[in-house]
Nanobody
Framework: VQLQASGGGQVQTGGSLRLSCAAS????????VGWFRQVPGKEREFVAA????????LYGDSVKGRFTISRDNAKNTIYLQMSSMKPDDTAVYYC?????????????WGRGTQVTVSS
């Protein structure tokens, strides 16, 4: 499955963005999926994950209460709604699918999308 993240950009502190991750080549509907982010020179950070059914979600401590992960299996797309954004949210965001060990390890990764939060 090929994943393509989009929706990144620049936003001011307190603003919102919605990232999308579209899949091709295979349906996402049977996969657990997740979002991660990475800043140059730092380790990749877990952001959020959702099960194939959408029934269960998990969030990293730094985004709890501000970010929401969702999925639309009919559109083969997952989303990350980001609100009350902070400069520390600045990173390249990646989506991932087909968990080897949910919610942290996946077989497929998309290209990232840059998110920049200005103060």
């Amino acid at each position: 499955v090929q994943l393509q993240a989009s929706g990144g950009g620049q936003v001011q502190t307190g603003g919102s963005l919605r990232l999308s991750c579209a899949a091709s080549g295979r349906t996402l509907s049977t996969y657990h999926v997740g979002w991660f982010r990475q800043v140059p020179g730092k380790e990749r950070e877990f952001v959020a994950a959702i099960t194939w059914s959408g029934y269960s979600t998990l969030y990293g401590d730094s985004v709890k209460g501000r970010f929401t992960i969702s999925r639309d299996n009919a559109k083969n797309t997952i989303y990350l709604q980001m609100s009350s954004m902070k400069p520390d949210d600045t990173a390249v965001y990646y989506c991932a699918a087909d968990a080897r060990s949910w919610p942290y390890e996946y077989n497929f990764w998309g290209r990232g999308t840059q998110v920049t939060v200005s103060s």
